[in-house]
């Protein structure tokens, strides 16, 4: 069983930064695309990024392109989403996630995914 642990979020005015972190648990972390998805209040969940295993393939979502960052280290079994010029629509709860075995045009499904954390809490004040 893999355990993911996200933390990094907090209160930051718009145009501000904030880098998320999600340690995974487990042996396998280097085996598994790793994806960050967030909810805000009253909607449905959505992808914001992925990345392969050794971070030489990455995907994100349109609304994040050119702001947010997606890397890992395996030797940390860490994942890392960089957010830069935040927005108030970047205001969500954000989750990382694994998945074991998945082909690129899949990464922004959620349901695929076999193992999720907590969420950390992000809020941009405008």
């Known amino acids: 069983q893999e355990y993911l642990a996200e933390s990094g979020g907090g209160l930051v005015q718009a145009g501000a930064s904030l880098r998320l972190s999600c340690v995974v648990s487990g042996r396998t972390f280097s085996s598994y695309v790793m994806g960050w998805f967030r909810q805000a209040p009253g909607k449905e969940r959505e992808f914001v990024a992925a990345i392969n295993w050794n971070g030489s393939s990455t995907r994100y979502a349109d609304s994040v392109k050119g702001r947010f960052t997606i890397s890992r280290d395996n030797t940390r079994s860490t994942v890392y989403l960089q957010m830069n010029s935040l927005k108030p629509e970047d205001t969500a709860d954000y989750y990382c996630?694994?998945?074991?075995?998945?082909?690129?045009?899949?990464?922004?499904?959620?349901?695929?995914?076999?193992?999720w954390g907590r969420g950390t809490q992000v809020t941009v004040s405008s």
């Open positions: 996630a694994a998945v074991a075995r998945s082909i690129y045009s899949d990464w922004a499904d959620g349901r695929l995914y076999d193992h």
